[in-house]
């Protein structure tokens, strides 16, 4: 059974504060996708990663950063938390795609992080 | 610029009644396209797609999708609704020319089946 797993459910920290939200794939996936979702906005794409060491940004990058070392663990960074940081971050995996296929994603259960 | 639409907020069905929920679309070429659904307190899990072929997609929980290219919409529909279909639903795009495979996601619908 596939499985997303992310290192928190909930999450409070101090403006300035660098946080650290990390998820993991067992399904060895070659992609891997942070997103924040609010309400009324929907999901939106930060980061992502086609395979190990490589990075691509999303549509609202600004304030974040990440990390791929191994396949299966893809770190979300914010260096200097913000309130306006505020949200519930899902991560999410997908098999690499091939020519004519589009594979759905698989989504962990998510951080609600709040910034103070 | 490519986009996905949700136009209902939230939709309320009766326990039994069929149910619709809305997605449009704004891309060009033949889109992939997605419907996933999230629980309370959950991630999104994936419910159907689009690729090619039988216009009418049969997906987990017994939901189904008709994709309509004139229309360009992706209806995710239901027959008999469950009170525990009550959930938060979204429609998603992949632009078939996206060179970076990014998906579009709508902005979701909230779906409440009344008992």
């Known amino acids: 059974d596939v499985k997303v797993t992310q290192s928190s459910r909930y999450l409070v920290k101090r403006t300035g504060e660098k946080v650290f939200l990390e998820c993991v794939q067992d399904m060895d996936h070659e992609n891997m996708f942070w997103y924040r979702q609010d309400p009324g906005l929907g999901l939106r794409l930060i980061y992502f990663s086609y395979d190990v060491k490589m990075k691509e940004k999303g549509d609202i990058p600004e304030g974040y950063s990440v990390s791929r070392e191994k396949k299966e663990r893809f770190s979300l960074i914010l260096e200097s938390a913000s309130t306006n940081q505020t949200s519930m971050y899902l991560c999410a995996s997908r098999r690499q795609l091939t020519s004519g296929t589009s594979n759905e994603q698989f989504f962990g259960p998510g951080t609600r992080l709040t910034v103070l | 610029a490519q986009s996905v639409a949700q136009p209902e907020d939230q939709v309320n069905v009766a326990e039994g009644n069929p149910l619709t929920v809305k997605c449009t679309y704004s891309v060009s070429g033949n889109p992939y396209l997605f419907w996933y659904v999230q629980y309370p307190n959950r991630g999104l899990q994936f419910l159907l797609k689009y690729i090619t072929g039988d216009n009418l997609v049969k997906g987990s929980y017994g939901f189904e999708a008709e994709f309509n290219k004139s229309q360009t919409s992706f209806h995710l529909k239901k027959p008999s609704a469950l009170v525990s279909d009550s959930a938060l639903y979204f429609c998603?795009?992949?632009?078939?020319?996206?060179?970076?495979?990014?998906?579009?996601f709508g902005k979701g619908t909230r779906l409440h089946i009344l008992p």
């Open positions: 998603a795009v992949r632009p078939p020319s996206n060179r970076d495979d990014k998906i579009i």
